[in-house]
Structure formats: structure tokens, C-alpha cells
């Protein structure tokens, strides 16, 4: 490893850190008509869907009820360690040095939002990489579980029993 890497490294664990040691000053409870999802998580969220689906007719509301569904039914470890991800990611720490994403979510631009995930994606960091994956992963598996998605990517649904 080179100096400027392990500079780089220690800066974003740095940061990374930081962020993670804030968890606890954010609400831990759900948004009102939700199990999971609390109200920080929602701007993120929204800012993130129409980038990650774009193409698609997703719709923002069945996404999140659909995203909710699901982190409601993991583990409280996992559950733990994705709120983590969505502090991180929302706190002004830790967000803009993070993202590149400077102001609220609210505000943020698809092409800021497309930068960041780039930036992540393309990250020499592992963690960011990983933060990446769970994100993409997260969001489309939500979409394509609703059945409105399923025409559009020409799945006929399950067999009728």
C-alpha cells in the first residue's frame, strides 16, 4: 500500500467512524405508517430511487412500503447494521465528506446523486463498495418484489396454483 493510500484509507475510516459513534443521536424508532424506516431515512431514500430505478415506472411509495417490509423482517444485527449505513449517510458529518452530497438530501440533484453512487461504486475503499452493493441491492430488490414491476421486465409472475 502507498503512503497516499493509506492517507486516503485512514482519513475515510476516519470519517467512517466518526459517523458510526453519532448512531445512537439519531431516533430509533419508525416513521409514522412504518415498521422499519424512520424519518431521517426517508429523505435519502427518496433521493435515491428515481437514480437507482431509473427506467422503471417505480413508484416511490411502493418501494419504500416494500423496503420497510423487509427490514423489518431481518435480524435486529442487520437491522442495526443498515440503519448504520443510513446514518451515515444522512448525518452532515459524515455526508458530504462522504457523498460529495454538501446539502440535505431534499435538495440534492440526480446527477449529485448519481456522482456519489459512482464514487462509491468506483471507491478503492472496500467498505464504500460494499455500502454501494447493499444500497443497489436493497432498493432494487424492493421494486422488483411488487408486482407492478413485474411487466415491465416481462415476468409473468409466480405459477397460479
Not at 437507482?52 to 412500503?65: F, I, K, N, P
Not at 468506483?122 to 436493497?138: F, K, T, V
Request: proline share 7%; net charge positive.
Amino acid at each position: 500500500m502507498h503512503r497516499r493510500d493509506l492517507l486516503r484509507f485512514s482519513l475515510g475510516a476516519s470519517v467512517f467512524l466518526a459517523g458510526t459513534s453519532l448512531v445512537g443521536c439519531t431516533p430509533q424508532t419508525a416513521a409514522t405508517g412504518y415498521q422499519a424506516l424512520r424519518d431521517n431515512d426517508l429523505p435519502l431514500l427518496r433521493a435515491l430511487i428515481p437514480v437507482v430505478l431509473a427506467g422503471t415506472q417505480a413508484a416511490e411509495t411502493l418501494v419504500l412500503r416494500s423496503l420497510d417490509h423487509k427490514l423489518a423482517a431481518l435480524s435486529p444485527e442487520m437491522l442495526k447494521l443498515t440503519r448504520q449505513l443510513f446514518d451515515v449517510l444522512s448525518l452532515p458529518l459524515t455526508r458530504g465528506p462522504l457523498t460529495g452530497v454538501w446539502g440535505a438530501w431534499e435538495q440534492a440533484s440526480p446527477t449529485q446523486v448519481t456522482a456519489f453512487l459512482q464514487r462509491w461504486q468506483d471507491s478503492s475503499l472496500n467498505l464504500l463498495r460494499m455500502g454501494h452493493a447493499s444500497l443497489l441491492q436493497l432498493l432494487q430488490m424492493a421494486w422488483y418484489e411488487c408486482p407492478e414491476s413485474w411487466a415491465a421486465c416481462g415476468y409473468p409472475g409466480p405459477p397460479k396454483i
